[in-house]
């Protein structure tokens, strides 16, 4: 599991998960690329949905916001918000309805997990 450590070089304390070394490396697929566990259609690819909000069955397509565990975890909670369907879109291209849903679903899932203190979101890759 991983363990918080200080960085003798930023005197910051920093997360170690090792167990992180087998998450998959490969550059992140196209947005239509049908093998993109995030895009609609794709359910199956990911662990099961612990939140939705839209339409249709638990783990299938429909929805409109979707919560899953992240394979990899750093911590005990680590879990995956997926904007929307179309999850590569920018949040200010998204109708003011679907920005309702994801904000509400950060506090939804903010509420579910009584021991979270604060959010992070991963900083875009360069």
Request: glycine share 4%; charged share 25%; with cysteine.
């Amino acid at each position: 599991m991983a363990k918080y450590v200080p960085d003798g070089k930023t005197q910051r304390w920093v997360i170690i998960a090792p167990q992180r070394t087998v998450r998959p490396h490969d550059a992140a697929p196209a947005p239509n690329e049908s093998k993109c566990p995030f895009c609609n259609g794709n359910e199956a690819a990911t662990p099961p949905e612990v939140y939705r909000a839209g339409t249709g069955d638990k783990n299938m397509p429909g929805w409109q916001v979707r919560v899953v565990p992240n394979k990899f975890p750093i911590t005990d909670i680590h879990e995956v918000i997926i904007h929307s369907p179309s999850h590569t879109d920018d949040i200010e291209k998204l109708a003011v309805e679907q920005v309702s849903r994801i904000l509400t679903t950060y506090r939804d899932r903010y509420r579910a997990h009584d021991r979270i203190r604060f959010l992070a979101k991963q900083p875009p890759m360069s």
